[in-house]
């Protein structure tokens, strides 16, 4: 299983970019994908996750309106369009995919994740 992420850089305050990640080596429509983060001397965090068939989507709330998660199954892609980037928003961002026990589960736990990218690094400056 592969997931490579891509779209990272380097942008003002204010800005956006759409971050992509390509998944290869599995039934992509049947895992929940997510976005997490990791910010200098900080944990893991939760950013969002997409439920297998699109129609759901969880956001860590204080990113609720600035955030949007997508996926694509016949590509077997997921995005995350990040808008009105802030300098805390500066991290590595990481795709994850969730082989989901229950139907409708969104998980929002990183240890739940069984397969990670490597990441792509987002630096927001003020």
């Known amino acids: 299983v592969q997931l490579i992420e891509s779209g990272g850089g380097s942008v003002q305050a204010g800005g956006s970019l759409t971050l992509s990640c390509a998944a290869s080596?599995?039934?992509?429509?049947?895992?929940?994908m997510g976005w997490f983060r990791q910010s200098p001397g900080k944990e893991r965090e939760f950013v969002a996750a997409?439920?297998?068939?699109?129609?759901?989507?969880i956001f860590t709330d204080s990113l609720k309106g600035r955030f949007t998660i997508s996926r694509d199954n016949v590509k077997n892609m997921v995005y995350l369009q990040t808008n009105t980037l802030k300098p805390e928003d500066t991290a590595v961002y990481y795709c994850?995919?969730?082989?989901?026990?229950?139907?409708?589960?969104?998980?929002?736990?990183?240890?739940?994740?069984?397969?990670w990218g490597q990441g792509t690094r987002v630096t927001v400056s003020s």
């Open positions: 080596g599995l039934t992509f429509s049947v895992y929940v």
């Open positions: 997409i439920h297998r068939d699109g129609r759901r989507t």
């Open positions: 994850a995919a969730h082989l989901a026990t229950l139907a409708a589960a969104v998980p929002q736990t990183a240890s739940v994740y069984d397969y």
